[in-house]
């Protein structure tokens, strides 16, 4: 199973309201990223966790929390979002955080905020 | 910083030939190599690692010149399959994170 899931595929969230997005592999991989992508630019990242701890963040606001609740599973917590939030959101997932492995993308949710 | 990608949009007909060049102004551990369609997931193509490696599978095949900090795809005999936006992720020595490219938008016409 080389797949990435993720939950739900689209979203649309209020300013005010508090969502979660859900990011899951079975491949064994230990390493799990959230990237943000924009309208015909490239993803951009946001978070690596690495054995199950963060590892990386890069200076996102927040209003976005991420959370590995265990080695399968990723998510992402959205709260008081602003409408330049809105986005294509992708989760990937590699053997290790070193980049000689390759990442495999989930088909990420499109949120919306209005 | 982003590296650069070229060109940014390039039509071929199907059975032409077609080199995507990536440039980073930062020294590189690695390249990677990515396709996305639109409105899916960015797919996996290759890993070049520092040492100026060239890697191929079928009719893709990228290089790696790390004193020029550069890598180019390229992409022959190109299929309509072959249509999407492919993009370069780099890696720069000591940092794990990828960036990713400027991205270059590749239309194969029959």
């Known amino acids: 199973d080389t797949e990435v899931t993720q939950t739900p595929k689209h979203l649309v969230m209020g300013m005010t309201n508090k969502k979660s997005l859900k990011c899951e592999q079975h491949?064994?991989?230990?390493?799990m990223y959230w990237y943000k992508q924009k309208a015909k630019k490239p993803p951009e990242l946001m978070f690596v966790?690495?054995?199950?701890?963060?590892?990386i963040n890069e200076s996102v606001p927040s209003r976005f929390s991420p959370e590995c609740p265990n080695s399968s599973l990723l998510n992402l917590h959205l709260h008081a979002l602003q409408p330049e939030d809105s986005a294509l959101y992708l989760c990937?997932?590699?053997?290790?955080?070193?980049?000689?492995?390759?990442?495999?993308f989930g088909p990420g949710t499109r949120l919306t905020v209005t | 910083q982003q590296p650069v990608q070229s060109p940014q949009a390039v039509i071929l007909r199907e059975g032409e030939d077609a080199v995507i060049n990536c440039s980073s102004s930062?020294?590189?551990?690695?390249v990677h190599w990515y396709r996305q369609k639109h409105g899916e997931a960015p797919i996996f193509l290759m890993i070049?690692?520092?040492?100026?490696e060239q890697k191929g599978h079928d009719k893709i095949s990228a290089s790696f010149n790390e004193k020029k900090q550069q890598s180019s795809l390229y992409l022959t005999a190109s299929q309509l399959s072959y249509s999407g936006t492919y993009f370069c992720?780099?890696?720069?020595?000591?940092?794990?994170?990828?960036?990713f490219g400027t991205g270059t938008r590749l239309t194969i016409i029959p």
């Open positions: 990937a997932s590699s053997q290790g955080s070193a980049n000689s492995y390759e990442q495999y």
């Open positions: 491949m064994g991989h230990r390493a």
């Open positions: 966790y690495s054995y199950e701890k963060l590892s």
């Open positions: 930062k020294a590189l551990y690695s």
């Open positions: 070049l690692l520092k040492g100026g």
């Open positions: 992720g780099t890696e720069k020595v000591g940092n794990e994170k990828l960036t």
